[in-house]
């Protein structure tokens, strides 16, 4: 008996097995046609399989009755499927589908409206539900759902995120940052999510209205609930993202008085102002940490970097006066007398010999403050190397080329695969090729062009293609004009500027219609904005963009010039047009995408 019965059981297995291996195989056809747009072939076998898998079948066979628009027996189905799955309310809008599609809108309504009614406090059947409407691109009635659903959870999910998402499906820009918000005032752990959909949602904004509406949506939240800090650090965030550093250092500063903070935001943000060349708003954070006291753990640093931020405002923006290097002089000494010379003040030791060196014709005084920090006890060997890279230059602006190099190669060998090793080994071959050792120099350069730091590479490729253009171009031997170039180039990084022009003008005169032709030029318009003889400036850049308008250099003059008459020709009329002239003939430039943006707010355009 026991061997029958098992008999029997392995037969029945076997021709279930069978059976389900034949359905599959009938599902897999079906769905082929399906693919194939052969509705109605597909609708057969769906209709013979449907009572059978209606969970598996079904969403097909509805969509093949749809596509064939064969909707009465559409109905039919969904009327089917309703009496057996009694808890999937999605089965309802497909019955609504069909009565849009049957022109019968109030049927439709009356179904949609039917479901939401007959939703549960069951998060899944919510979220079910409010799919199906979205599927079928209902958003409004997706929203009632999420809404209907929220009441119905009591606090224990308020579906923010797919709220959120409804809205903007919508383009209910306001409401989606609303729900967003939301989400972060339920559980501020959620604000990092909130910030990366924001930013992704804020990324198309022609008009600047999303990143409008999201400020006032804060502002608005940090007025109703001001003992809550997540909104005033969302606004940074936001302001930090338009680069709006003065109206974030307004938020900062307050939040960092409310919360009672040690002044780290500040610093954070000084470090960023000042990255993005906003110097002000750097020297506004590091100045309100000083004013927080001595005892700060951030004083110091405040102290230290306030004045390397005020060293490169004035030096690299090239309008300054004498009395304006000598304050600055006497701030860095007043500062080092306070905090003492020592390893940790290195960093301002190396900021103060630059400026004496290269601005203030103190080269004794800068060389042995510099030598002495390199050897003070404790400093640290990226704060050594920094130093060394310093004294190098100092050593190459007072012709000691010999001990230049040597300290290029100690920091090279030293941090062979850090960006400042790169750095290093960058200065070794300008070095090379200040001396007239192109080939060298070349070497050193190509391998750089892989540099980790783009910033390397890119000054890298552009010494390296210097050489190499001019070398093959020179017929001598013995490179005369790359010669007379790099003269010139020497002399413009030691400050001497009239000889240098002089050297520039006979490598124009002496090699005329030389390929450098255009790189003299363009180095003598350079000269002249620093010497403020900017109508001359304006013709020399103006000359490249017109007789060597193929050169690598021709974007590069074009969109110099066009800077230059916006901002110190004010010729704002003449700058719209050479940025167009850029965007129109240089589409490929580096320069495209600041063009358009000056072009456009030249032209009045709304920007973020």
């Known amino acids: 008996m026991i ?4 008999s029997m059981c392995l037969f029945f297995l076997a021709l279930s097995s069978t059976v389900a291996r034949a359905q599959d195989k009938d599902r897999a056809l079906a769905d082929q046609y399906m693919n194939t747009g052969e509705f109605e072939k597909a609708a057969v076998i769906y209709d013979k399989l449907v009572d059978k898998d209606p969970f598996g079948v079904y969403p097909s066979y509805y969509r093949c009755l749809i596509s064939m628009h064969a909707y009465d027996k559409a109905e039919k189905l969904v009327r089917r499927q309703i009496k057996k799955q009694e808890g999937n309310l999605s089965l309802f809008v497909d019955l609504g589908q069909v009565y849009e599609l049957l022109d019968q809108p ?91 959909m924001l930013q992704a949602r804020m990324a198309n904004d022609p008009d600047g209205s999303r990143n409008e509406q999201v400020r ?110 000598l304050n600055l002089e006497k701030d860095y000494l007043v500062t080092l007398d306070e905090l003492g010379r020592n ?31 390199i050897e003070y006890p404790g400093i640290s060997a990226m704060t050594k190397a920094e130093c060394k890279l310093e004294l190098g230059d100092i050593y190459l602006f007072t012709d000691n080329v010999w001990d230049s190099g040597l300290l290029y190669s100690q920091v090279d060998k030293s941090f062979k695969n850090d960006p400042i090793g790169q750095e290093a080994k960058y200065r070794n071959a300008r070095l090379d090729y200040f001396r007239g050792d192109f080939t060298w120099a070349q070497a050193q350069l190509d391998v750089l062009k892989s540099a980790t730091s783009q910033l390397i590479a890119n000054d890298a490729l552009s010494l390296s293609l210097l050489i190499s253009d001019n070398m ?39 090699f005329p219609g030389h390929s450098l ?18 109508g001359q400036e304006d013709t020399l850049l103006a000359d490249i963009v017109s007789k060597y308008p193929d050169d690598i250099l021709a974007d590069d003059a074009l969109f110099t010039r066009a800077a230059l008459q916006e901002n110190k020709l004010n010729n704002k009329q003449k700058a719209m047009e050479l940025y167009q002239d850029l965007l129109t003939k240089y589409p490929g430039s580096l320069f495209v995408v600041q063009a358009r943006q000056r072009y456009r707010a030249l032209r009045g355009d709304v920007l973020n």
């Open 343 to 373: 390893a940790s003040t290195a960093s301002l030791i190396r900021g103060l010999s630059h400026l004496q060196v290269f601005y203030l014709n103190k080269e004794v005084e800068a060389t042995e403050n510099l030598e002495a920090a």
């Open 472 to 510: 093959d171009a020179d017929s001598g031997a013995t490179n005369d004009a790359l010669l007379l170039f790099s003269k010139a180039d020497l002399l413009t990084y030691r400050k001497k500027d009239d000889e240098a022009l002089l050297v520039f003008d006979s490598v124009l005169t002496q």
């Open 216 to 325: 006032v949506s804060l502002l608005r939240r940090i007025q109703r609930n001001p003992d809550r800090t997540e909104f005033s650090e969302m606004l940074i965030w936001m302001l930090i993202q338009q680069k709006d550093f003065d109206a974030a250092f307004i938020q900062a500063k307050a939040l960092d008085k409310r919360k009672k903070e040690d002044g780290s935001r500040l610093i954070s943000l000084a470090q960023l102002s000042a990255s993005n060349l906003n110097y002000d708003v750097a020297i506004k954070c590091y100045q309100a940490v000083i004013e927080k006291g001595k005892n700060n753990p951030y004083y110091i640093t405040a102290r230290m970097e306030l004045l390397n931020t005020i060293n490169r405002k004035i030096t690299e923006g090239g309008n300054y006066t004498s009395t304006d290097l």
């Open 517 to 534: 032709t255009d790189d003299a030029w363009f180095r003598e318009s350079q000269i002249m904005d620093r010497k403020k003889n900017f």
């Open 106 to 196: 109030d049927k439709a309504k009356q179904q949609y409206e039917k479901a939401i009614k007959m939703l549960q406090p069951d998060q899944q059947q919510i979220l079910t539900l409010a799919n199906g409407f979205s599927s079928k691109q209902q958003w409004d009635y997706a929203l009632q759902t999420y809404q209907e659903g929220k009441k119905l959870m009591r606090g224990a999910y308020a579906f923010h995120f797919e709220m959120a998402e409804m809205y903007f499906q919508k383009g209910d820009f306001a409401g989606m940052t609303d729900e967003y918000l939301g989400a972060v005032d339920d559980n501020p752990e959620y604000m990092q999510s909130v910030q990366n």
């Open 3 to 6: 061997f029958r019965f098992l």
